[in-house]
């Protein structure tokens, strides 16, 4: 029979454009959000962080959004480079647990050079 | 500091073998967990350590999963016997106790089920 894997979300940019992955998340409860890359062959690495007390965290060429109205979560890279081709997850630790990390499906970013 | 380390990076096995998967957490970190991940089902968390302890085991599929951890530095899961839908990459990582702490991610382990 046909199997039926997670179709992952796509995004296809052009080298130094900028890129904007969204995340739904589902428990109104997480108060504790990470955005983590994965690269084929790699474990996730961790890009950046934010508690549910910010909007809005910036790092280096990365920012992270935070709507806890709409639990919605954005990474925007900015000049997005080859080397950020990679499977980008979010996840969110919910506010009764010190260590649950439940990981979203995860969006495939391709950079076109 | 080397990272979280896992071994092997790869294994296959044939169906009903034990399988032995090996985790050397971050020196210093005090909580381990073990995730897998697959096409389907994305990444799921097996088992969460804190202190050596485990803590939450809900995640483990069945009977033919443990996991041990003898001392702070050393975790092993196992699967006795191992079965093809067991095929994944499993993840071990690490990371301080605490509410807004990240986990450090291993290379993981893929293994393939034959």
């Known amino acids: 029979g046909e199997s039926v894997g997670l179709h992952l979300p796509t995004l296809s940019v052009q080298e130094g454009d900028n890129s904007i992955i969204n995340c739904a998340y589902s428990?109104?409860?997480?108060?504790?959000f990470i955005w983590y890359k994965q690269e084929s062959g790699k474990g996730p690495q961790f890009i950046i962080d934010?508690?549910?007390?910010?909007d809005k965290r910036q790092g280096q060429r990365v920012t992270v959004l935070l709507n806890k109205t709409v639990k919605h979560l954005s990474l925007q890279i900015a000049a997005t480079q080859p080397g950020d081709s990679a499977v980008y997850f979010c996840?969110?630790?919910?506010?009764?647990?010190?260590?649950?990390?439940?990981f979203g499906k995860g969006t495939l970013l391709t950079v076109n050079p | 500091d080397a990272g979280v380390i896992q071994s092997p990076r790869h294994e296959v096995t044939e169906m009903g073998q034990e399988v032995t998967l090996r985790c050397k957490p971050i020196?210093?970190?005090?909580?381990l967990f073990w995730y897998r991940q697959t096409m389907m089902r994305g990444l799921e968390l097996l088992i969460y350590?804190?202190?050596?302890?485990?803590?939450?085991d809900s995640g483990m599929p069945e009977d033919r999963f443990s996991a041990k951890m003898p001392n702070a530095s050393f975790s092993t899961l196992k699967i006795q016997p191992s079965e093809p839908r067991d095929s994944a990459v499993y993840f071990c990582?690490?990371?301080?106790?605490?509410?807004?702490?990240?986990?450090?991610f291993g290379q993981g382990t893929r293994l393939t089920v034959v």
């Open positions: 934010i508690r549910s007390n910010m």
């Open positions: 996840a969110e630790k919910s506010g009764g647990s010190n260590y649950k990390l439940t």
């Open positions: 428990n109104s409860a997480s108060d504790y």
């Open positions: 990582a690490s990371s301080w106790t605490g509410r807004n702490t990240e986990a450090f």
């Open positions: 350590f804190n202190n050596n302890v485990p803590i939450d």
């Open positions: 020196s210093g970190h005090n909580s």
